[in-house]
Protein backbone atom coordinates (compact mmCIF):
# COMPACT_ATOMS: atom_id res chain seq x y z
CA UNK A 1 0.00 0.00 0.00
CA UNK A 2 1.04 4.00 -0.68
CA UNK A 3 2.48 5.36 2.21
CA UNK A 4 1.56 8.80 2.90
CA UNK A 5 4.52 10.92 3.09
CA UNK A 6 2.60 14.40 4.53
CA UNK A 7 -0.49 16.41 3.58
CA UNK A 8 -1.42 20.07 3.39
CA UNK A 9 -3.05 21.57 5.92
CA UNK A 10 -5.90 22.80 4.20
CA UNK A 11 -7.23 19.31 2.37
CA UNK A 12 -7.37 20.62 -0.15
CA UNK A 13 -4.25 19.38 -2.07
CA UNK A 14 -3.50 15.53 -1.68
CA UNK A 15 -0.77 13.91 0.62
CA UNK A 16 2.40 13.07 -1.16
CA UNK A 17 2.50 9.58 -1.45
CA UNK A 18 5.76 7.66 -1.93
CA UNK A 19 4.15 5.89 -5.20
CA UNK A 20 5.04 7.66 -8.59
CA UNK A 21 2.75 6.66 -11.11
CA UNK A 22 4.35 6.59 -14.71
CA UNK A 23 2.39 8.92 -16.85
CA UNK A 24 0.41 6.73 -19.09
CA UNK A 25 -0.58 4.15 -16.30
CA UNK A 26 -3.51 2.50 -16.33
CA UNK A 27 -5.19 -0.67 -13.51
CA UNK A 28 -5.25 -3.80 -15.23
CA UNK A 29 -6.69 -7.11 -14.31
CA UNK A 30 -3.38 -8.92 -15.13
CA UNK A 31 -1.48 -6.83 -11.82
CA UNK A 32 -2.14 -7.75 -8.36
CA UNK A 33 -5.61 -5.98 -7.24
CA UNK A 34 -5.23 -2.89 -5.19
CA UNK A 35 -1.22 -2.74 -5.44
CA UNK A 36 0.54 0.26 -4.38
CA UNK A 37 0.03 1.33 -7.90
CA UNK A 38 -4.05 0.94 -8.29
CA UNK A 39 -4.20 2.18 -5.22
CA UNK A 40 -1.77 5.81 -6.03
CA UNK A 41 -3.90 5.95 -9.34
CA UNK A 42 -7.42 6.43 -7.33
CA UNK A 43 -6.26 8.40 -4.76
CA UNK A 44 -5.11 10.88 -7.68
CA UNK A 45 -7.99 10.21 -9.35
CA UNK A 46 -10.23 11.21 -6.80
CA UNK A 47 -8.35 13.84 -5.60
CA UNK A 48 -8.62 15.80 -8.68
CA UNK A 49 -12.31 15.18 -8.81
CA UNK A 50 -12.45 16.96 -5.16
CA UNK A 51 -10.33 19.78 -6.86
CA UNK A 52 -12.55 19.93 -9.67
CA UNK A 53 -16.01 20.14 -7.67
CA UNK A 54 -14.28 22.67 -5.09
CA UNK A 55 -12.99 25.20 -7.53
CA UNK A 56 -16.10 25.27 -9.87
CA UNK A 57 -18.65 25.58 -6.59
CA UNK A 58 -15.77 28.39 -5.52
CA UNK A 59 -16.82 29.82 -9.36
CA UNK A 60 -20.51 29.99 -8.08
CA UNK A 61 -19.81 31.41 -4.58
CA UNK A 62 -17.68 34.64 -6.88
CA UNK A 63 -20.26 34.84 -9.25
CA UNK A 64 -23.23 34.88 -6.35
CA UNK A 65 -21.15 37.51 -4.80
CA UNK A 66 -20.37 39.73 -7.54
CA UNK A 67 -23.37 39.33 -9.72
CA UNK A 68 -26.82 41.06 -8.73
CA UNK A 69 -29.90 39.51 -8.57
CA UNK A 70 -32.51 41.74 -8.79
CA UNK A 71 -33.51 42.06 -12.67
CA UNK A 72 -35.88 44.71 -13.32
CA UNK A 73 -38.23 42.74 -15.29
CA UNK A 74 -40.39 40.17 -13.39
CA UNK A 75 -39.55 37.46 -15.78
CA UNK A 76 -36.27 37.77 -15.96
CA UNK A 77 -36.03 37.71 -12.11
CA UNK A 78 -38.21 34.63 -11.96
CA UNK A 79 -36.02 32.99 -14.63
CA UNK A 80 -32.55 34.23 -12.68
CA UNK A 81 -33.78 32.89 -9.38
CA UNK A 82 -35.11 29.46 -11.36
CA UNK A 83 -31.36 29.36 -12.43
CA UNK A 84 -29.61 30.22 -9.17
CA UNK A 85 -31.99 27.75 -7.14
CA UNK A 86 -30.72 24.68 -9.69
CA UNK A 87 -27.07 25.79 -9.85
CA UNK A 88 -27.22 25.90 -5.51
CA UNK A 89 -29.07 22.19 -5.51
CA UNK A 90 -26.74 21.00 -7.76
CA UNK A 91 -23.55 22.66 -5.70
CA UNK A 92 -25.15 20.76 -2.74
CA UNK A 93 -25.24 17.18 -4.27
CA UNK A 94 -21.27 17.73 -5.02
CA UNK A 95 -21.39 18.75 -1.50
CA UNK A 96 -22.51 15.20 -0.55
CA UNK A 97 -19.92 13.86 -3.27
CA UNK A 98 -17.09 15.39 -1.72
CA UNK A 99 -18.11 13.55 1.33
CA UNK A 100 -18.19 10.12 -0.71
CA UNK A 101 -14.42 11.17 -2.00
CA UNK A 102 -13.07 11.69 1.12
CA UNK A 103 -14.69 8.33 2.49
CA UNK A 104 -13.16 7.00 -0.48
CA UNK A 105 -9.82 8.32 0.19
CA UNK A 106 -10.21 7.50 3.95
CA UNK A 107 -10.77 3.55 2.53
CA UNK A 108 -7.24 4.06 0.44
CA UNK A 109 -5.51 4.65 3.30
CA UNK A 110 -7.08 2.13 5.80
CA UNK A 111 -6.73 -0.68 2.92
CA UNK A 112 -9.98 -1.02 2.45
CA UNK A 113 -10.59 0.54 -0.91
CA UNK A 114 -11.47 -1.34 -3.88
CA UNK A 115 -13.56 -4.29 -2.02
CA UNK A 116 -17.01 -4.32 -1.26
CA UNK A 117 -18.14 -3.67 2.03
CA UNK A 118 -21.02 -5.76 1.95
CA UNK A 119 -19.08 -9.24 0.67
CA UNK A 120 -15.57 -8.48 1.06
CA UNK A 121 -15.28 -9.56 -2.79
CA UNK A 122 -12.90 -7.14 -4.83
CA UNK A 123 -14.99 -4.16 -6.97
CA UNK A 124 -14.45 -4.63 -10.23
CA UNK A 125 -11.69 -2.38 -12.16
CA UNK A 126 -13.77 -1.33 -14.50
CA UNK A 127 -16.36 -0.32 -12.11
CA UNK A 128 -14.05 1.62 -10.09
CA UNK A 129 -13.02 3.54 -12.85
CA UNK A 130 -16.46 4.53 -13.79
CA UNK A 131 -17.42 5.42 -10.27
CA UNK A 132 -14.03 5.65 -7.87
CA UNK A 133 -16.50 6.12 -4.92
CA UNK A 134 -17.92 3.06 -5.32
CA UNK A 135 -18.46 0.92 -1.96
CA UNK A 136 -19.96 -2.27 -3.56
CA UNK A 137 -19.88 -4.88 -6.44
CA UNK A 138 -22.34 -4.37 -9.19
CA UNK A 139 -24.10 -7.58 -7.41
CA UNK A 140 -24.25 -6.63 -3.72
CA UNK A 141 -25.31 -3.26 -5.35
CA UNK A 142 -28.40 -4.43 -7.54
CA UNK A 143 -29.22 -6.77 -4.53
CA UNK A 144 -29.25 -3.54 -2.57
CA UNK A 145 -31.56 -1.34 -4.78
CA UNK A 146 -33.95 -4.08 -5.07
CA UNK A 147 -34.16 -4.79 -1.34
CA UNK A 148 -34.66 -0.68 -1.02
CA UNK A 149 -37.37 -0.66 -4.09
CA UNK A 150 -39.29 -3.67 -1.60
CA UNK A 151 -38.87 -1.56 1.58
CA UNK A 152 -40.47 1.46 -0.56
CA UNK A 153 -42.75 -0.56 -1.37
CA UNK A 154 -44.31 -1.88 1.60
Not at 34 to 39: R, T
Not at 83 to 112: C, F, N, P, V
Not at 117 to 124: F, L, N, Q, W
Request: hydrophobic share 30%.
Amino acid sequence: MASVLNSDKDGHNPPKSAVILPPDYRPSPDEEFMNPLQLEYFRQRLWDWKKQILAEAEGTLAVLQNEPLREPDLNDRASSETDWSIELRTRDRQRKLISKIDAALRRIDDGEYGYCEVTGEPISLGRLEARPIATMTVEAQERHERQEKVSRDD
